[in-house]
C-alpha cells in the first residue's frame, strides 16, 4: 500500500513543486509610498532595506509634490512638476526620483512610477485649478499638456546618476508606469456620475 502510495503521491509533488517554482519566478510583492523620494537618507534606506529583508521586488511611488511631514513622517516639502504653471517643469522632484531608483536598485527593488495622482487633481493642482477634475479627462487640451508631461518624465528628463538616461531607457530600475494613481472611475458622459 505504501509503495502505490508513494508510485501516486510522489509524481504529484513533483508536479506541485514544478508549479510552484514556475509561479514564483514570476510572482513578486511590492509596497505603494508617495513620498518616500523625500526622505531623508537613513529613513529611506531603511524602509528600502526592510522591503528587501521581506523579498518585495516593486515600490510603487508617483510623481506628485506634497507637504513636509507626510504621514507623521520627516518627509521634506517637495513642490509638484508643474508647480509654476502647465508645461514650466521643476525638475527637484524628478531628481529625488533619480535617487530613490539607485537606492532601490542597489536593494533589487524597481520602481513603479505614477505620473500623477487623481488625489492632487483633486486637491487643485495646477491641472485641477485650470481644467477641473472631470475636463482634466476629456479637455483637448488637458490631454495634450498632460501628453507634454509624460513626454518630459519619460524622454527630456535625465538621470544623472545613471549616465544622463532618460527614464524611458531605465528598463533595469523601472517595472513600469501607470499614467496617474487612482485614475478617474466615475463615468464621465455628459449627464452622468
Known amino acids: 500500500m505504501l509503495t502505490v502510495l508513494k508510485m501516486k503521491v510522489l509524481p504529484l509533488l513533483t508536479i506541485l513543486s514544478i508549479v510552484h517554482q514556475g509561479f514564483t519566478a514570476n510572482s513578486f510583492a511590492g509596497a505603494n509610498n508617495y513620498y518616500i523620494y523625500s526622505l531623508p537618507d537613513a529613513d529611506r534606506h531603511a524602509i528600502l532595506d ?3 529583508a521581506a523579498g518585495m521586488k516593486v515600490l ?3 510623481v506628485t509634490g506634497h507637504d513636509a511631514g507626510q504621514k507623521g513622517s520627516n518627509s521634506r516639502a517637495v513642490p ?3 508647480h509654476n ?6 525638475e527637484t522632484i524628478l531628481d529625488q526620483i533619480d535617487q530613490l531608483m539607485v537606492d532601490a536598485h542597489a536593494r533589487g527593488i524597481k520602481l513603479l512610477i505614477g505620473m500623477h495622482d487623481k488625489n492632487s487633481l483633486q486637491a487643485g493642482d495646477i491641472y485641477g485649478q485650470r481644467y477641473g477634475d472631470r475636463n482634466f479627462y476629456t479637455d483637448p487640451d488637458a490631454i495634450n ?3 507634454q508631461r509624460i513626454t518630459h518624465i519619460l524622454n527630456i528628463h535625465k538621470n544623472k ?3 544622463n538616461r532618460p527614464w524611458s531607457e531605465l528598463g533595469g530600475y523601472i517595472f513600469g508606469y501607470e499614467s496617474q494613481n487612482e485614475c478617474v472611475t466615475i463615468p464621465i458622459i455628459s449627464g452622468t456620475g
Open 80 to 82: 509638484d512638476l508643474e
Open 161 to 163: 546618476l545613471l549616465s
Open 50 to 52: 526592510g522591503m528587501q
Open 85 to 90: 504653471g502647465i508645461g514650466t517643469y521643476d
Open 60 to 62: 510603487r511611488t508617483w
Open 145 to 147: 499638456n498632460f501628453n
